[in-house]
């Protein structure tokens, strides 16, 4: 096992009473979203929790055998995996721990009545949300660490988010969850201004969580890169939910527009009260943006913790588990906070790469176990990895590898005499990119990816708050 990273306890001095005192706070002095307060008390526990928990249980998960090497190095030296256990174990009890504050005025609030003092309504409709949440993240937890342990095939591990999902789903019905969609303008005059989908819309949200899931799975393989790729995506989430709540102040963003896509500039207004914002008066859609805060805050603060030990050269890998949970939080709160589609486009990355995989994910091109890059052992660089023939493929298989090849999504290598195709890069984002820019290291490609990721989640700003306008009318709630 490589030597842990240095870690100082400054840090756990200094930043352990400002936890205490944003999730304390709330309780001496009213606040407006106080529990928003609170919430980021437990995520600055959560970072230190997952800074200091993975280092000191590694060798626990070494003597049990729950160890790896890194493909990608000469070095061959056991690391502890499945260390996602750790981060999921933290972020459950600590949204578990913050049950009482969202739902602390309904806790010691009353009102009159004509029989005397009783207590005021509690949302149990709310609190059976949030639980169900945490139910489904309990079981993406138990699936994920069982596909570590057992290390369930692609087609076998596919549809286990399902069975995740279903408290979400049961919930989401006994709640008379909306399943109704607004079609956008242009196929109107066919099905209408508002479509109802029925039990269509729950197999679409069942899809959503097994797709957010396993996308983020699919691309991984280099240290660092299932964890940045998390916390790029919670932020922008987090970002997202921010333009919803009433801050105490407000204020309006004009962005340009060419005159040929739209008469007025675009703007957002942040902040304000209920009536003010993009929340346009509604109620319920702060409080629905306040939940999904409220589950990805601890999220930013486990992915950074954990980042600090799974950066390159890792000390600790993620595993299987890491990937389930942190999918299903998100699945959570696209589903619960009702912006299912918006969450899609902070995927877009992930959707590339399911799309460009999906050849090998069903068996129409060959996919070997590990499609990660590999290195050349000469410089160590990382090249894109192959799938080999050593038998001429089908004609199927050949027509479609030679379309991918034709729009650059694949290289080839084709006999010069029979023109058969004798191998072709795997099929992920990895090594496309690779293809396109040249041999790199393992560190540098992941700070690509998480460049691109990034670029994405500003490209899906600007689609769902600016360009969503020519396809919606209203208030695109």
Request: positive net charge.
């Amino acid at each position: 096992m490589p030597p842990p990273r240095s870690l100082s306890p400054l840090l756990l001095a200094a930043l352990l009473p400002v936890s205490g005192w944003l999730i304390v706070r709330p309780l001496i002095t009213p606040l407006p979203l106080a529990a928003l307060s609170a919430s980021l008390g437990f995520s600055v526990l959560a970072f230190l929790s997952s800074l200091f928990l993975v280092p000191a249980l590694g060798p626990a998960f070494l003597s049990v055998g729950l160890k790896g090497r890194d493909l990608l190095k000469k070095s061959r030296e056991d690391i502890p995996e499945s260390m996602g256990l750790i981060c999921a174990s933290i972020y459950i009890l600590l949204l578990i721990l913050f049950i009482p504050f969202p739902f602390s005025s309904f806790l010691v609030e009353t009102k009159n009545h004509s029989e005397g003092l009783t207590k005021v309504d509690f949302p149990l409709a709310q609190l059976s949300v949030y639980l169900s949440a945490i139910l489904s993240l309990l079981m993406a937890t138990l699936l994920g660490f069982i596909d570590d342990l057992f290390d369930v095939r692609w087609r076998h591990k596919l549809p286990i988010p399902l069975i995740a999902s279903i408290p979400l789903l049961l919930v989401y019905y006994a709640e008379h969850g909306n399943t109704h969609i607004v079609v956008p303008k242009p196929l109107r005059s066919i099905f209408g201004t508002v479509m109802d989908l029925g039990p269509l819309y729950y197999f679409y949200m069942s899809l959503l969580s097994t797709f957010s899931t396993n996308s983020i799975n699919i691309l991984a393989g280099l240290n660092g890169l299932e964890v940045s790729q998390t916390l790029i995506i919670a932020i922008s989430v987090c970002i997202n939910d921010a333009l919803y709540l009433p801050w105490a102040r407000s204020f309006t963003l004009y962005i340009p527009a060419p005159s040929f896509l739209l008469e007025t500039p675009w703007s957002w207004t942040i902040g304000g009260v209920y009536d003010a914002g993009l929340s346009h008066g509604s109620k319920e859609l702060v409080e629905r943006h306040l939940l999904s805060m409220y589950f990805m805050l601890p999220l930013i603060g486990v992915c950074i913790g954990f980042m600090y030990h799974n950066w390159y050269p890792a000390r600790s890998f993620p595993g299987d588990t890491f990937c389930y949970f942190s999918g299903m939080a998100f699945a959570v709160v696209g589903i619960q906070g009702h912006f299912s589609k918006t969450l899609l486009l902070f995927f877009i990355p992930q959707v590339f790469n399911f799309l460009l995989s999906c050849p090998q994910l069903f068996g129409l091109v060959p996919c070997p176990r590990h499609r990660i890059p590999r290195p050349d052992p000469a410089t160590s660089l990382l090249t894109p990895s192959t799938t080999d023939f050593p038998q001429p493929p089908s004609r199927l298989t050949t027509m479609t590898l030679k379309v991918f090849s034709a729009l650059r999504l694949t290289q080839l290598t084709i006999h010069p005499t029979t023109g058969q195709i004798l191998s072709a890069t795997n099929l992920t984002i990895l090594n496309l990119l690779l293809v396109h820019v040249g041999p790199m290291s393992e560190r540098g490609l992941v700070l690509l990816v998480m460049s691109v990721q990034a670029t994405c989640s500003l490209m899906a700003f600007v689609i769902r708050h600016g360009l969503a306008g020519l396809f919606y009318d209203g208030d695109r709630r």
